[in-house]
């Protein structure tokens, strides 16, 4: 995307809007499937060592939120799920989110006036602890921001891939997170990286991100990586079918409560094929005696700094419309990627 789409872009987002006052928020909460509200909540002043953030920009999580909205959420994963600062409790009612890009106004000199990054819901204000806003480098627009979670997890997803120069790659699944992973990847020196989708219409996307597209049968074989982030059972059978002998398959899809099915016979055990998960909850285990989650996240807000990444991004949607929009944002055909939601 040129500099001036990308300058479009953001107009068009700022053309909506909603107010809300200092001392009261309004926040969007699942309270039962298919079925979200925005609730108005007192916020204290700020606390010491926090913040009081004014919203700009959020974006829902179309794969996680969509199953928090439809109540698909494994009571095994209840606490394992929750996001650092979630209220209510699984399954119903939750404030449930964890891309917010706001303004200080209050609290914490150092961050005083900046833009920052939270791990927070869908609110129009907030406070938290000063530890937990990540500042934004001045060449990351607060729209392009929202993107910092998926980055995050792109990059853990990455550490645990450990990909290498010169490569082969498969990436299954052109959705947000895949294709951030393609886009680390296809940075790697010498990589052969093909973003695999069944909309053929990704290609363009790929195209932008700096990478090759095929459809599942068209893809290039004999794979060193792939990794899988399509969230479907067809998507993990044509990642293990793209590996070479001892190829490592990543999986970086999580199903809810969904049972898939994983073709492990064949010539599955023949290749030597390595199958690993990957979540970002934790640091990956080859950074985790360095780093810690809060390095790795402004390491992610760092890494937007490139305006191709604007090709990822839907026109924006008012938070008041939130409890309208929120269903036909989360159908899987809208083809939407990352959804941005903008605040006065």
Known sequence: MTRQAAGNSSSRFKKMAVSANADIASALWYRGPGQVEIRREEMAPPGAGEVRVKTIYSAISRGTESLVFGGRVPVS?????????????FPFPVKYGYAAVGRVESGEGALQGKNVFALFPHQTAFNIPASAAVALPQDV???????????????NGVWDAAPAPADRIAVIGAGVVGSLVAYLCGRIPGTDVTLVDINPGRAKLAGTLGVSFAEP????????????????PDGLRTALELGGDEATVLEMSWYGDAAVTAMLGGSFHSRRLRLISSQVGRVAPSHRPRWTCVRRLAS??????????????????AFGDLPHQLPGILDAKTGILCQPVVYS
Do not use: W
Request: charge should be negative; hydrophobic fraction near 50%.
């Open 300 to 317: 992610a807000v760092a890494l937007l700094n490139d305006q191709r990444l604007d090709a990822l991004l839907a026109p924006a949607v």
């Open 77 to 89: 994963e209840f606490e394992r799920m929750r996001a650092p600062f979630m209220a209510g409790d």
């Open 217 to 232: 049968g068209k893809a290039r074989g004999d794979c060193d990586l792939i990794v899988h982030a399509s969230g479907s």
């Open 141 to 155: 627009p607060p729209y392009r921001a929202v993107l910092a979670a998926n980055m995050e997890t792109a990059l």
